[in-house]
């Protein structure tokens, strides 16, 4: 890399399903991924721990991740932005 170039961050899309920290919300992010051997279809789930400055996202909300330096023990992600409500 050149000193222009800088890392690019990687983003992910998923919902909160857990606002009960302070500052902090689990994303699920949701993948389809094909079983290695039989080759059906398998929907994946992982859970991401990321930084809510603001604590303004609920619970079903979809929002928007991206990577950060370390913020805690669980922390490597931050919420960039809210791209959809969720039914409440």
């Keep these: 890399m ?17 606002n009960k920290m302070d500052k902090t919300v689990v994303v699920a992010v ?3 991924k094909p079983h290695p051997l039989y080759r059906k279809i398998i929907r994946k789930t992982n859970k991401f721990h990321a930084h809510d400055e ?26 960039t932005e809210i791209v959809k409500r969720g039914e409440e």
Excluded: F
Excluded at 8 to 15: A, F, L, N, Q, S
């Design 30 to 32: 949701d993948y389809l």
């Design 54 to 79: 603001d604590n303004t996202c609920k619970v079903g909300d979809t929002v928007q991740i991206e990577e950060s330096r370390p913020l805690s023990r669980t922390k490597r992600w931050r919420v």
């Design 2 to 18: 050149t000193d222009q170039q800088t890392p690019r961050k990687i983003m992910k899309v998923g919902r909160v399903v857990s």
